[in-house]
């Protein structure tokens, strides 16, 4: 049996922020097993390049630091000039600082403000500026289950997710008209060296399994298909949603 064609994205050129590993690793695999050319990004080249050596099909490095606007502008348009006009962006760079929020330093909370909500807007906006001129595009930012609901120690992080989500609904406001479909896409908890402290917290990971009707932790691979139908023509219609994989965790207490 073959896939029905609204969810063919074979051809297209797909940018993912951060995906030298863990998730947006892991998105970029999934749209380059989907027949798309890809581009990968990250602050470490070597790293860039060992990630992209492992990947199927036309994969390219763009090595550049996604919290900088002027790097940003540089980084998108050297992309398009070297590999293609960009059809999909993933948003997905981001970090984790877990202190209670009486102690959270200035600098830290600049710091998480500037690599998981900044950069969406500095990419989004400079992918977008193409993609509105050319009348189509797909845009899927990575929020997380912590745009919802949120646990002591991770306040300023669940604050940046919280403003991704609703950056997500002012791009389709904004961008809609133009032909660009704006998505988030929201993970539960997933395995990755983001969450490595909380895996090996036995006591952590009991409840996270507990507390998951899937019963269990997420895995990378887990988040690829909602990626795939948000990244193609089955989701033409779709905007300024957040679909949530995440084993179900956000809607039962
Ligand atoms: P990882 O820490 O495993 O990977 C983060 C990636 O982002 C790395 O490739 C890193 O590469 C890159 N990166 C970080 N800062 C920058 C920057 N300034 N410029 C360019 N690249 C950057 O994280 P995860 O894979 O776990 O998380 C990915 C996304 O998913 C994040 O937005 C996270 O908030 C979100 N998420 C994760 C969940 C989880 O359970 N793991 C749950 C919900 C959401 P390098 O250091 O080489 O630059």
Redesign the pocket.
């Known amino acids: 049996m073959t896939a029905h064609p609204l969810f063919d994205i074979g051809g297209r050129t797909a940018l993912v ?9 892991a998105l970029a695999r999934g749209l380059a097993e989907a027949g798309c050319r890809v581009i990968l ?4 080249g070597d ?2 390049a060992k990630a992209a050596a492992g990947l199927p099909g036309e994969v390219h490095t763009a090595v ?4 900088d606007g002027p790097s940003v502008t540089a980084g998108i348009a050297e992309a398009e000039e070297r590999v293609g006009p960009l059809d999909i962006l993933v948003n ?5 600082l877990r202190a209670p929020l009486l102690e959270f330093a200035d600098a830290d909370w600049h710091r998480i403000l500037d ?2 909500l900044t ?1 969406a807007f500095l990419v989004g906006r400079e992918a977008a500026r193409r993609m509105t001129e050319r009348g189509h595009g797909k845009i899927v930012n ?5 745009s919802e609901v949120v646990r002591p120690g991770i306040a300023p ?1 669940a604050a940046t ?1 919280g403003a991704l989500k609703m950056l997500t609904k002012g791009m389709c406001a904004d961008w809609g008209p133009y032909g660009v479909q704006v998505n988030g896409l ?10 490595r402290p909380l895996v090996e917290d036995e006591e952590f990971s009991t409840w996270v399994r507990g507390r998951t009707p899937a019963g269990r932790w ?1 895995r ?1 691979e887990d988040l690829v298909g909602g990626l795939l139908f948000l990244a193609s023509p089955a989701a033409d219609f779709v905007g300024g949603q957040i679909l949530y994989v995440d084993g179900g965790m956000t809607s039962v207490l």
């Open positions: 922020t951060g995906s030298s590993r863990g998730i947006g690793l990004n990250g602050r470490d790293r860039l550049f630091d996604v919290t997905n760079a981001g970090m984790q690599t998981n950069t990575i929020c997380s289950l912590q992080y997710k929201g993970p539960g908890y997933i395995e990755t060296e983001l969450t997420g990378t």
